[in-house]
């Protein structure tokens, strides 16, 4: 079992940043990958962005060269800089962990970019 602790969400004009963090707790040695999910309004929930346990990362191609994924040596962290938000990010955004075939998801934190 995987627990999911999410912070750093919030308001912010348009051009500006924010940092999401998500500290895992429980088996985390068996963790896979760590990203970050997000779900806007009425659309499906997408990927933002992953980093696998061996530091290759993925990312959204809407969010390429804008947001950076990051994980901590300790492998219980998480974090996604977020530069030059646009009003098209605003979001709930997820955590999520894979762990041994296993998806756990954290409780979502909203990200709402003014224009």
């Known amino acids: 079992q995987v627990q999911l602790v999410e912070s750093g969400g919030g308001l912010v004009p348009a051009g500006g940043s924010l940092r999401l963090s998500c500290v895992a707790s429980?088996?985390?040695?068996?963790?896979?990958?760590m990203g970050w999910y997000r779900q806007a309004p009425g659309k499906q929930r997408e990927l933002v962005a992953r980093?696998?346990?061996?530091?290759?990362?993925n990312y959204a191609d809407t969010v390429k060269g804008r947001f950076t994924i990051s994980r901590t040596n300790t492998l219980n962290t998480v974090s996604l800089q977020m530069n030059s938000l646009k009003p098209e990010d605003t979001a709930v955004y997820y955590c999520?962990?894979?762990?041994?075939?296993?998806?756990?998801w954290g409780q979502g934190t909203q990200v709402t970019v003014s224009s």
């Open positions: 999520n962990v894979l762990s041994r075939g296993n998806a756990y």
């Open positions: 429980g088996s985390i040695l068996s963790i896979n990958g």
């Open positions: 980093i696998w346990s061996g530091g290759s990362t």
